[in-house]
């Protein structure tokens, strides 16, 4: 890894640490936490207890700070340059001057050791100095690490001690891999498509190496090196978390029942020993105010442990939302991040909402969003819990990351909450349990094909919520105004509780302009249109007959395409994968699986 370090202001925070990135002069890297140039006293710390406390038991650390990114000041105080630092990447460059040979044209293949201080490489033969470009073709692993093609060993098939010119050999129009070579002027030539293929293993093991943490940076690694090309779509995954910024209505409980727990509460198990205890002063005292069946759900939490562990992100959120009444203003507050009111039912019920239980109009929402690591090849978002997995081979953001970038969103959104009892009817029908069959197959494909992932199937209540969800935002976006990208979804499908969060946010300090909110209150309309929508798509048959099937591309889902249900990606929680629109309604094959019916 070379020494030269660009500095640069003119980076987003849209490109985390790792992340490659073409500069009109150079392709470079970012550089990890720890070289991030700024004034740390002068960005803002985001406050998020629910959120700083998970991440920082996921990382293993006892004190973690949120913060904004650094912002793109050309200056700082001091006439001192500040921003983020980048390096250099990767080291081998192609020569911008082709030479036609009689299968095609080649260009030299050179490493930053022979080009000169501006990086030119001086041409031995007509003695001119010649423009370069960095090679798009790199060598990463799933755990991250990244680094150059050793292209003398690649070509030669093996460690060789040949130190004759190298060249970049393309033999066709279409970029095919298999037309385009690595040759050696001793005669030695190579197709990139043998280091495409993992059976071949042609690119070795990975030497663990993690340049964006610093030119010595290395740890060890088992895994075998892929090939990457530096600009594609796979080449970082950011990996983030979120939380809604909502109180979290079960904690005072838990903290009352644990403050009584060894003196009084400790051997409770029904009513009739809570009414005992409550009968002395202390703990009458302490649980005034509180039902009984709040009190037993908290001691059983703090028995088998659930109260001492973190409850998971939309656990928290749905107890509040599912919580909200009509007239409601427990947690109206000026300047606050939460304030919600539910929507009187008459304005909402007919007879496609015999399942709704609840809409929720929120008026006003606070998001917090932090980077935590990244991935390369396949990205790992938060799991239908909005947990982040554990096991996920993520790359860290810097080697001691006491702090982590992350930004906040205030904006508007609609809840809809749907009755228990009528999902599990619906569960139980026939011609449900068989689409749940089918589904279920297309995921077992799919994670044959990705034996490393821990990621599970999430169930049939969540595509049904998480589908009728993109049919809502398509539907809503033709009113509320602002565009489809913006809308964001969180679908709640836990143990019996069931709901969606359509929302939008801005980083903007005043927020949005109420246009969800407004279309919340025409939610029935809303609703009877996107059931509309979906009964037809324009792919049909071929959208609605879809089943998961060996070699599908769309292993994951059932009834979906870019025609009914796929969306902007930055929209979608599970990146337009769990969709199924005969789980919604009937469609043209007629399964029966739909929950509304008409």
């Given at each position: 890894?070379?020494?030269?370090?660009?500095?640069?202001?003119?980076?987003i925070?849209?490109?985390?640490?790792g992340?490659?990135?073409?500069?009109?002069?150079?392709?470079?890297?970012?550089?990890?936490?720890?070289?991030?140039?700024?004034?740390r006293?002068?960005?803002?710390?985001?406050?998020?207890?629910?959120?700083?406390a998970?991440?920082?038991r996921?990382?293993?650390?006892s004190?973690?700070?949120?913060?904004?990114?650094?912002?793109?000041l050309?200056?700082?105080?001091?006439n001192?340059?500040?921003?983020?630092?980048?390096?250099?990447?990767?080291q081998?460059?192609?020569?911008?001057?082709?030479?036609?040979?009689?299968?095609?044209?080649?260009r030299?293949?050179?490493h930053?050791?022979?080009?000169?201080?501006?990086?030119?490489?001086?041409d031995?033969?007509?003695?001119?100095n010649?423009?370069?470009?960095?090679?798009?073709?790199?060598?990463?692993?799933?755990?991250?690490?990244?680094?150059?093609?050793?292209?003398?060993s690649?070509?030669?098939?093996?460690?060789?001690?040949?130190?004759?010119?190298?060249?970049?050999?393309d033999?066709?129009?279409?970029?095919?891999?298999?037309?385009?070579?690595?040759?050696?002027?001793?005669?030695?030539?190579?197709?990139?498509?043998k280091?495409?293929?993992?059976?071949?293993?042609?690119?070795?093991?990975?030497?663990?190496s993690?340049p964006?943490?610093?030119?010595?940076?290395?740890?060890?690694?088992?895994?075998?090196n892929?090939?990457?090309?530096?600009?594609?779509?796979?080449?970082?995954?950011p990996q983030?978390?979120?939380?809604i910024?909502?109180?979290d209505m079960?904690?005072?409980?838990?903290?009352?029942?644990?403050?009584?727990?060894?003196?009084?509460?400790?051997?409770?198990?029904?009513?009739?020993?809570?009414?005992?205890?409550?009968?002395?002063?202390?703990?009458?005292?302490?649980?005034?105010?509180i039902?009984?069946?709040?009190?037993?759900?908290?001691?059983?939490?703090?028995?088998?442990?659930?109260?001492?562990?973190?409850?998971?992100?939309?656990?928290?959120?749905?107890?509040?939302?599912?919580?909200?009444?009509?007239?409601?203003?427990?947690?109206?507050r000026?300047?606050?991040?939460?304030?919600?009111?539910?929507l009187?039912?008459?304005?909402?019920?007919s007879?496609?909402?015999?399942?709704?239980?609840?809409?929720?109009?929120?008026?006003r929402?606070?998001?917090?969003?932090?980077?935590?690591?990244?991935?390369?090849?396949?990205?790992?978002?938060p799991?239908?819990?909005?947990?982040?997995?554990?096991?996920?081979?993520?790359?860290?953001?810097?080697?001691?990351?006491?702090?982590?970038?992350?930004?906040?969103?205030?904006?508007?959104?609609?809840?809809?909450q749907?009755?228990?009892e009528?999902?599990?009817?619906w569960?139980?029908?026939?011609?449900?349990?068989?689409r749940?069959?089918?589904?279920?197959?297309?995921?077992?494909?799919?994670?044959?094909?990705?034996?490393?992932?821990n990621?599970q199937?999430?169930?049939?209540?969540?595509?049904?919520?998480?589908?009728?969800?993109?049919?809502?935002?398509?539907a809503?976006?033709?009113?509320?105004?602002?565009?489809?990208?913006?809308?964001?979804?969180?679908?709640?499908?836990?143990?019996?509780?069931?709901?969606i969060?359509?929302?939008t946010?801005?980083?903007?300090?005043?927020?949005?302009?109420?246009?969800?909110?407004?279309?919340?209150?025409?939610?029935?309309?809303?609703l009877?249109?996107?059931?509309?929508?979906?009964?037809?798509?324009?792919?049909?048959?071929?959208?609605?007959?879809?089943?998961?099937?060996?070699?599908?591309?769309?292993?994951?889902?059932?009834?979906?395409?870019?025609?009914?249900?796929?969306?902007a990606e930055?929209?979608?929680?599970?990146r337009?994968?769990?969709?199924?629109?005969?789980l919604?309604?009937?469609?043209?094959e007629?399964?029966?699986?739909?929950?509304?019916?008409?």
């Amino acid at each position: 890894m070379t020494t030269n370090m660009l500095r640069t202001s003119q980076l987003i925070t849209t490109f985390g640490p790792g992340a490659m990135v073409d500069l009109p002069e150079a392709a470079v890297m970012i550089a990890s936490l720890d070289y991030w140039r700024y004034d740390r006293s002068r960005l803002p710390i985001i406050l998020e207890s629910r959120l700083t406390a998970k991440l920082a038991r996921h990382l293993g650390i006892s004190q973690l700070v949120l913060q904004a990114p650094p912002p793109c000041l050309d200056f700082a105080p001091g006439n001192q340059k500040q921003g983020v630092d980048v390096w250099r990447f990767p080291q081998w460059f192609l020569v911008q001057n082709p030479v036609p040979v009689a299968r095609g044209v080649r260009r030299r293949l050179v490493h930053q050791n022979a080009l000169l201080p501006d990086l030119k490489y001086r041409d031995s033969g007509d003695k001119k100095n010649k423009e370069v470009v960095p090679i798009r073709f790199v060598r990463a692993c799933r755990k991250g690490h990244i680094g150059d093609i050793d292209w003398p060993s690649f070509v030669h098939e093996g460690r060789t001690d040949c130190r004759r010119e190298l060249w970049f050999e393309d033999r066709g129009i279409g970029g095919n891999l298999d037309e385009q070579f690595i040759v050696c002027d001793c005669g030695q030539e190579r197709a990139l498509s043998k280091a495409a293929t993992p059976e071949f293993h042609a690119l070795g093991h990975c030497d663990g190496s993690r340049p964006w943490l610093g030119s010595n940076s290395w740890e060890g690694c088992t895994e075998s090196n892929r090939l990457l090309i530096r600009s594609a779509s796979n080449a970082y995954f950011p990996q983030v978390m979120s939380v809604i910024s909502i109180p979290d209505m079960t904690s005072p409980v838990d903290d009352v029942v644990r403050s009584l727990w060894d003196d009084f509460l400790v051997d409770v198990q029904t009513e009739d020993d809570l009414h005992k205890v409550r009968r002395k002063p202390t703990p009458a005292a302490k649980l005034q105010g509180i039902e009984d069946i709040a009190i037993l759900q908290a001691i059983e939490r703090v028995r088998i442990g659930e109260a001492g562990t973190e409850r998971s992100v939309k656990d928290v959120e749905f107890d509040v939302l599912s919580s909200v009444t009509t007239h409601d203003r427990a947690f109206d507050r000026p300047e606050g991040d939460f304030f919600a009111r539910a929507l009187p039912s008459e304005l909402w019920q007919s007879e496609l909402t015999h399942g709704v239980e609840r809409v929720l109009l929120v008026h006003r929402l606070r998001e917090v969003v932090a980077q935590v690591g990244f991935t390369r090849f396949e990205s790992a978002g938060p799991d239908i819990s909005g947990e982040l997995d554990l096991d996920v081979l993520a790359a860290p953001l810097a080697l001691d990351a006491n702090w982590l970038p992350a930004m906040e969103n205030r904006g508007e959104g609609i809840f809809i909450q749907f009755k228990a009892e009528t999902v599990a009817a619906w569960l139980q029908q026939s011609q449900v349990i068989q689409r749940g069959i089918q589904l279920q197959a297309g995921f077992e494909l799919w994670h044959n094909d990705h034996p490393q992932s821990n990621r599970q199937f999430p169930g049939l209540p969540y595509i049904l919520l998480h589908s009728l969800s993109h049919l809502l935002m398509n539907a809503v976006t033709l009113e509320c105004g602002y565009p489809a990208s913006s809308l964001r979804e969180r679908v709640y499908a836990m143990d019996g509780r069931y709901g969606i969060l359509i929302y939008t946010g801005t980083p903007d300090a005043e927020g949005t302009l109420g246009g969800l909110v407004l279309a919340g209150r025409d939610i029935a309309r809303h609703l009877q249109r996107a059931i509309e929508y979906a009964f037809l798509c324009s792919n049909d048959p071929i959208c609605s007959c879809h089943t998961p099937h060996a070699n599908d591309p769309q292993p994951l889902n059932g009834a979906a395409c870019h025609g009914c249900l796929l969306v902007a990606e930055t929209s979608c929680e599970q990146r337009n994968e769990f969709l199924d629109r005969a789980l919604v309604v009937r469609t043209v094959e007629a399964q029966g699986a739909e929950f509304f019916r008409s």
